[in-house]
C-alpha cells in the first residue's frame, strides 16, 4: 500500500522547485487546449520501479490525462520497450514531464542496482538491505525501489531501531555501557544492532546481548570466523564497501544481512525517455 501523502509531498515540492512562477516556455508556445499524445520508452535494460509514481505527477496536475500501462514495478525490460503511453493536456504533459522522469529514472536505477546484487547472491542464505545513506526528501521513494528490486530495507530513520555505531560506542564508554543504556531505554519490542569492527568487539556485543551484530569492514576470512562464533545467538550483518565483485564472497560467509549504501547513494539513473508523438 502506497502512502500518498507522503508521495503527493514529495511531488508537490518538486513541482513547485522546478516551476516556482509556472512553466514561461510552455505557456508561451503551447495552448490552453492543446492535446498530446505520448510513448515512455526504456532506452536500456532495466528493471523499471516507479511506475505509480510516474503517473501521478501527471494526474496531481491534470485528473483527467489518460494513462495506459504495459508493464508492471519489478519487471526487468529490455531497451525500447514502451512502458506506458500517456494522452492529455499537452501543457500538463510538458509541466510533468522532467519531474517525473527524474523519479522515475532514479528509483529504476535503485531498483536495477539492487536486481543486480540480488541476483549475485541467489543459491545463498544471505539478503541484500540497504542503508539511510538515501537522497534528502526521497528516503520514502528509495527504499520502495529497492524492494521493487528485489531488495530489503533496514531501518528507515533514526527512531525506528538502536544501531550503536562506532562513535556511540565511544561516545557512550564501550559497547557492554551503549547496551545496557540502551536497553533500559526502549521498549521491548525493539532490537538493538551493534557495528563491530574486530572478533574482539564481535564477543563484547555478543555477550552484551545485541541482537544484530554488523560486521563492518571486516576480511571475509574473519566474517567467516564471526559468523561461526555468533552462531545464529544474533543476526549478522555484513557492511562496508560492499561492491559487485566481493558480493558473492561475503554472502559465502554466512552473514544474515548485507547492506550497501551504493544502492541509493551512487545510484546511476536509469535511461528512460518521454516521446511525444
Known amino acids: 500500500m502506497l502512502d500518498y501523502l507522503l508521495i503527493d509531498d514529495i511531488i508537490w515540492r518538486a513541482l513547485k522547485e522546478d516551476m516556482p512562477m509556472g512553466d514561461i516556455t510552455t505557456e508561451s508556445t503551447v495552448s490552453e487546449d492543446e492535446t498530446s499524445c505520448a510513448r515512455l520508452i526504456a532506452k536500456e535494460d532495466i528493471v523499471v520501479a516507479g ?21 508492471n514495478d519489478g519487471d526487468k525490460i529490455s531497451a525500447g520497450t514502451v512502458i506506458l503511453k500517456l494522452s492529455g493536456n499537452s501543457r500538463a504533459m510538458l509541466k510533468a514531464e522532467r519531474t517525473a522522469l527524474n523519479l522515475l529514472q532514479r528509483m529504476s536505477g535503485i531498483a536495477t542496482a539492487t536486481r543486480k546484487f540480488v541476483d549475485i ?19 520514502y521513494l528509495d ?30 564508554g564501550g559497547i557492554t555501557a551503549a ?19 574486530s572478533l574482539e568487539q564481535v564477543k563484547e556485543a555478543l555477550s552484551a546481548g545485541a541482537d544484530i551484530i554488523m560486521l563492518d569492514n571486516m576480511k571475509p576470512e574473519t566474517m567467516k570466523e564471526a559468523v ?3 552462531n545464529g545467538k544474533a543476526l549478522t550483518e555484513a557492511s ?8 558473492a564472497v561475503v554472502a559465502k560467509t554466512g552473514v544474515d544481512l548485507i547492506s550497501s549504501g551504493s544502492l541509493t547513494h551512487s545510484v546511476k539513473a536509469a535511461d528512460i525517455s518521454l516521446k511525444f508523438e
Request: with cysteine; hydrophobic share 40%; charged share 25%.
Open 51 to 71: 511506475i505509480e509514481v510516474f503517473c501521478r505527477v501527471f494526474i496531481l496536475l491534470d485528473s483527467s490525462i489518460n494513462i495506459e500501462r504495459f508493464v
Open 240 to 247: 562496508g564497501n560492499i561492491t559487485a565483485d566481493n558480493l
Open 121 to 139: 547472491i541467489e543459491g545463498t542464505n544471505a539478503k541484500i538491505v540497504d542503508t539511510r545513506k538515501t537522497a534528502p526528501g526521497l528516503r
Open 143 to 172: 527504499k520502495m525501489a529497492v524492494r521493487m528490486g528485489g531488495g530489503t530495507n533496514h531501518r528507515f530513520c533514526l527512531s525506528d531501531g538502536v544501531l550503536i555505531k562506532d562513535n556511540h560506542i565511544k561516545a557512550s
Open 179 to 197: 547496551v545496557e543504556k540502551a536497553r533500559v531505554r526502549i521498549p521491548h519490542t525493539v532490537k538493538i544492532e551493534v557495528e563491530t569492527e
Open 228 to 230: 561461526s562464533y555468533i
